[in-house]
């Protein structure tokens, strides 16, 4: 009897051993980049970028890994499609179904729910993780703050400049700034511009492909501040889009709504490489987690984009 209680005691320990080696492996994933900074153009489609001149993304998808076949989530609205791109999730997980979307008024309750109160995303996952990492999201669409857990972030452009409404050219230079001055672990940059230029004068007119350019020429502005900064070689760079559009609108089931640009740039990215699987706009968050050495949470879906990785 004494016998088998000590072998039981034993047995413990090594199984209890084996589980910690187990878990230490699954939850402190080798980080990729010390760094990564998201561009998200609202609106920027892929027919859009090959219509116009972007010298910046070219330089990116020759330098980096892409994939012009990306899909966003329906339906082809902003706010459910910028929350999947950072929670890792599809709509009937966050519930955030429409622009109408708010904390305190949905038709769908998130399936689960983290800091704030909010379905959870890399914001709020990274924070938790890593309490000292410094984070920012700097926008021009002031809707995007609401997606987020706002106390997981050091920075917040609406916060911070107190304006009723920032312009992409603003929105830009305070990106640059903070590059310049504080060197994020994580920073989130959204431009609104392109998608006006859709609505206002149809995607694929003239100014449409304009504005794509000038997408373009500000992603080069935030490159150049990395530079600058000296964390270009140790920041991982992702340049999507929440949707595309048809005539002057978005919101329905076509490809030319829901295809958007995913490109990566950075240390470890494969210099070049089209990425030939499938990307859903809710692995991006999951990539920046598997980037950063984050673990995500279980109610993710995403799924890291190992394949643009060396
Ligand atoms: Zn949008």
Redesign the pocket.
Known sequence: MKMKSRYFIWMCIALAALAAGCSETISDPEPKAQRVIVIGI??MSPDGIAASPTPIMDFIMENGAYTLTARGVLPTS?SP?WKSMISGSDTEHHGVTSNKWEKDKFILPAATTGMEDIYPTIFGVLREQRPDAKIAAIYDWKGFGRLLEQSALDYDSYKATGKEKLDEDETAQLAIDYILSEKPDFLFVHLDHV?HAGHQHGHGSSHYNESVTKADTLIGNILQAAKDAVIYDETLFIISA??GGVGTGHGGETLDEIEIPFMLLGPGVKKGHTIDHQVMTYDNAATVAFALGVEPPYAWIGRPVKSAFE
Do not use: E, I, M, P
């Open positions: 609202d609106g902003s499609n998608d929440d949707h």
